[in-house]
């Protein structure tokens, strides 16, 4: 099983990316995908997460009503829409991906796609 994060890059404060979390190996119908990031100095922290069956989702507060999880069941692919993306956005995202529930600590998640960076330019 692999996860593959992309779509990071450089952007200016107030404008949006979109990553995307393509998963290969099997499929995730009865699993939960998270969003990971870690900024440098800093441990590394929950975004977002989705749980596959139907479709809920959980945000942490800082990005609660600027991003946006959701996932394509056919594409087997999780998306994180950012918007309004500020400075202390920047991070290394991470995705990944467990059977069952969304968790908040990604030591509980078997399966981890490597990072994709993200820069918020002021």
């Known amino acids: 099983v692999q996860l593959q994060a992309s779509g990071g890059g450089l952007v200016q404060a107030g404008g949006s990316l979109r990553l995307s979390c393509a998963a290969s190996g099997r499929t995730f119908s009865t699993f939960s995908t998270g969003w990971f990031r870690q900024a440098p100095g800093k441990e590394r922290a929950f975004v977002a997460g989705i749980r596959w069956s139907d479709g809920s989702t959980s945000y942490a507060d800082s990005v609660k009503g600027r991003f946006t999880t959701s996932r394509d069941n056919a594409k087997n692919t999780v998306y994180l829409q950012m918007n309004s993306l500020k400075p202390e956005d920047t991070a290394v995202y991470y995705c990944?991906?467990?059977?069952?529930?969304?968790?908040?600590?990604?030591?509980?998640?078997?399966?981890r796609g490597q990072g994709t960076q993200v820069t918020v330019s002021s």
């Open positions: 990944a991906a467990r059977p069952g529930l969304v968790a908040h600590q990604m030591a509980g998640y078997k399966y």
